[in-house]
């Protein structure tokens, strides 16, 4: 994540994390799938660095805590992807009683009322490789060549605004011996509905300049009321059963001055990976020890969706 603003090459951070979760198909119809991903916060053991190394990790933690569970069952398509949450009322119910004993914050507010209004969006911040993961599946059969590419039309919610998608699909190569066909996806967003997905995200932005704001150029205003963002993904399939092995997803976003990019890797954990780490960024790592814990403010320590 790097900060124009100030001093650009001074601000740039990066956030690491390292998780081991387990997802497991309950049952399968015509339909889709009842699917559980089992979740946990603790590093892997074995991780290469330092615990403190890794302070996604703790984030992660205090999410499990203030949504009140340790996993997830959701219903899907036959692609994989969420179509409906069990058990959102009692993460709600867990979420109010959070915000009940806690002083006021806007932040958790929001959070909450975009729950109530859309209970997927829980597996989107706690399970965010199920999204990758159903979007390299198809539930249709079809053949292609490698080197062809195709394009397919979607939306993807953003701010609470579906905002319309172009993704590119190429064949790249297949490996007869690893009985393996690799894809990759590039996603690109509507630029004036992104915009509009992100506008009050850029105000505020602006309003948190204070005088400060007046001190911007045109070119850095400009600049602060843009927003651009793009994804890249590479999917490693087995053509024995269509199952994916090895995914590794590239995404920047760049809104209010601020550039975030993201990398995920996920690879299955009998399978050794094939795709290249992603880049290490040559920029401070943040600690994980300045991550405030979010202790639990109940007598129960998560909520079972199984009840």
């Not at 302070?55 to 409906?84: C, H, I, K, W």
């Not at 790249?172 to 393996?180: G, L, P, V």
């Not at 509507?190 to 505020?204: E, N, T």
Request: avoid cysteine.
């Amino acid at each position: 994540m790097s900060l124009w603003f100030d001093k650009p090459e001074a601000s740039a951070v990066v956030m690491r994390g390292d998780f081991r979760q387990s997802a497991t198909v309950l049952s399968r119809y015509d339909e889709g799938m009842r699917v559980q991903w089992k979740l946990s916060a603790d590093i892997p053991p074995d991780a290469t660095d330092a615990a403190d190394s890794y302070p996604m990790n703790a984030m992660f933690r205090n999410s499990l805590a203030a949504y009140g569970v340790q996993q997830l069952e959701f219903e899907t398509d036959p692609s994989g992807t969420p179509t409906a949450l069990v058990g959102a009322d009692q993460v709600v119910a867990n979420m109010e009683r959070l915000l009940s004993t806690s002083s006021p914050d806007s932040t958790a507010s929001r959070m909450l009322q975009t729950v109530k209004s859309n209970p997927l969006t829980i597996i989107d911040v706690l399970a965010p490789e199920s999204m990758i993961l159903a979007l390299g599946q198809s539930s249709e059969a079809f053949t292609t060549d490698i080197g062809r590419e195709w394009t397919v039309e979607g939306n993807e919610e953003l701010k609470g605004m579906l905002v319309p998608t172009s993704t590119v699909w190429k064949l790249e190569a297949a490996d007869k011996i690893r009985q393996t066909a690799t894809f990759t996806a590039k996603i690109t967003y509507d630029p004036v509905a992104l915009m509009q997905s992100q506008r009050s995200s850029i105000d505020g932005m602006i309003a948190s300049f204070g005088d400060r704001a007046k001190q911007l150029t045109e070119t850095q205003l400009a600049e602060v009321r843009s927003a651009e963002k793009s994804r890249t993904v590479t999917y490693v399939n087995s053509t024995r059963d269509g199952s994916t092995l090895e995914v590794l997803e590239n995404t920047v976003a760049s809104v209010g001055g601020m550039t975030v990019t993201v990398a995920v890797h996920v690879w299955q954990e009998d399978q050794p990976p094939v795709l290249p780490a992603p880049h290490a960024w040559n920029a401070r790592t943040l600690s994980g020890q300045r991550v405030e814990p979010l202790f639990k403010n109940n007598a129960r320590p998560s909520i079972d969706l199984d009840q």
